[in-house]
């Protein structure tokens, strides 16, 4: 009978480990709404050809700011995905900032000659704005209403071009629409 027990369990626990795993895969995968809208922090920053931008210059528009570092991985991988978006996402009223946390012009240029980013892409050199967005991890992406709010927070990388996560992108655009005056 102990001998039964013995064998059991660790099949017991293998299945629960692997049902876990598959569990967190899938959960990867969704893109849950914050608990309330808040007001995105105001930035100013530059993009590698030093042109300014603020997050006034996108009100209006549904807006996705990815925070990214060319020494991650995760948001290697995740990149063609966000591409594949903006270009899906191209004629609708969407923006989408790649925002580069802390490393300097040369390393920035570097990456993105060797891979491509398809949308803006701005310099946090000194990770100020990441603090007032409360990055955590990377990549770390938000998605903003056309009022301006962070609706969604997304640690980790995703598959941006999925029906599933442009369906709710584009959802976003015309519920701004009906908000409008």
Not at 86 to 97: D, I, S
């Amino acid at each position: 009978m102990r001998i039964t027990h013995i064998r059991i369990l660790p099949s017991i626990g293998v299945l629960f480990i692997s049902l876990y795993c598959t569990a967190m895969l899938s959960a990867n995968q969704v893109i849950a709404p914050m608990s309330r809208p808040v007001l995105a922090p105001s930035f100013h920053l530059e993009d590698p050809d030093r042109n300014a931008y603020q997050l006034s210059d996108f009100r209006g528009k549904v807006l996705i700011v990815n925070f990214w570092a060319s020494w991650c991985t995760p948001c290697l991988e995740e990149l063609p995905a966000l591409n594949r978006a903006r270009a899906a996402l191209k004629q609708e009223e969407v923006a989408m900032l790649a925002i580069n946390l802390g490393e300097d012009l040369e390393a920035v240029t570097a990456f993105i000659d060797d891979y491509p980013i398809d949308f803006t892409v701005l310099l946090d050199r000194h990770g100020t704005i990441s603090q007032r967005w409360q990055v955590t991890g990377m990549p770390t992406t938000f998605v903003v209403n056309p009022r301006g709010e962070l609706v969604y927070r997304i640690v980790g990388k995703r598959k941006w071009d999925s029906e599933e996560i442009l369906g709710l992108i584009r959802e976003l655009i015309s519920t701004g629409r009906s908000d409008e005056p």
